[in-house]
């Protein structure tokens, strides 16, 4: 079955600078990639997802890349804010199920 | 995006009992799917939920401890039976609501066993 890797599990930065979360796949048949925002107490959120046929995708302050031939795609935000503090997971679909990484907790400091 | 409602949002049972966890959605769904959250950890998924068939269990689910219903396309209860305290936990029901995979969250219910 898929196995979804996700690094690194906690990421501290500066506001204003960019943040970085990478993960990996394992299931060449999964073909949709979405990031999940979770806040304390609250349920996931999607804020951005790619699919396979696409390389890029931008949502103003964020971004995600995929690279099927290495099975990895990453979550990249620029000018980080405070209120971008949250756990961040990733996931893969083969359009059957879905399997998420274990998350990113991303402090934003003001 | 579907509104997404559960009950109850929280809690706290005795061991040995069950209890049913509802989902309800705004928009007609055809698949729906049940997950465990446990503290500070991942998404794990029990269960999809399609209706007109039986649910289909991921590896370490089991139908006599996770009985599912989904009597229309708008409507999932879970049931965890047989409480004990490693089912505390927080269960959250998703959909797909465009057919493309995206899936969106109920609240979850956060259940404690004592």
């Known amino acids: 079955g898929e196995n979804v890797e996700q690094h690194p599990s906690t990421l501290s930065v500066q506001e204003g600078d960019s943040a970085v979360i990478k993960c990996t796949y394992s299931?060449?048949?999964?073909?949709?990639f979405p990031w999940y925002k979770q806040e304390l107490g609250k349920r996931p959120q999607l804020i951005i997802d790619?699919?396979?046929?696409?390389g890029e995708k931008k949502d103003q302050r964020i971004a995600v890349t995929l690279n099927k031939t290495a099975k990895h795609f990453s979550l990249h935000i620029t000018e980080t804010q405070p209120e971008d503090s949250a756990v961040y997971f990733c996931?893969?679909?083969?359009?059957?199920?879905?399997?998420f990484g274990a998350g990113t907790r991303l402090t934003v400091k003001p | 995006s579907a509104v997404i409602s559960q009950k109850p949002s929280r809690d706290i049972c005795q061991r040995g009992t069950s209890l049913t966890i509802q989902c309800q959605v705004d928009?007609?769904?055809?698949?729906m799917f049940w997950y465990r959250q446990q503290p500070g950890q991942s998404l794990t998924l029990i269960a999809t939920?399609?209706?007109?068939?039986?649910?289909?269990?991921e590896s370490g689910f089991v139908i006599d401890k996770f009985p599912i219903s989904r009597p229309n396309l708008t409507f999932s209860t879970l049931t965890v039976s047989n409480m004990s305290p490693e089912d505390s936990s927080i269960y959250l029901c998703?959909?797909?609501?465009?057919?493309?995979?995206?899936?969106?969250f109920g609240p979850g219910t956060r259940l404690t066993v004592l």
């Open positions: 998703s959909v797909d609501g465009t057919g493309m995979n995206e899936q969106f």
């Open positions: 299931d060449s048949a999964s073909n949709y």
């Open positions: 790619i699919r396979s046929n696409v």
């Open positions: 996931a893969a679909s083969n359009g059957h199920d879905m399997r």
């Open positions: 928009s007609q769904v055809t698949m």
């Open positions: 939920a399609n209706q007109g068939s039986e649910a289909t269990y």
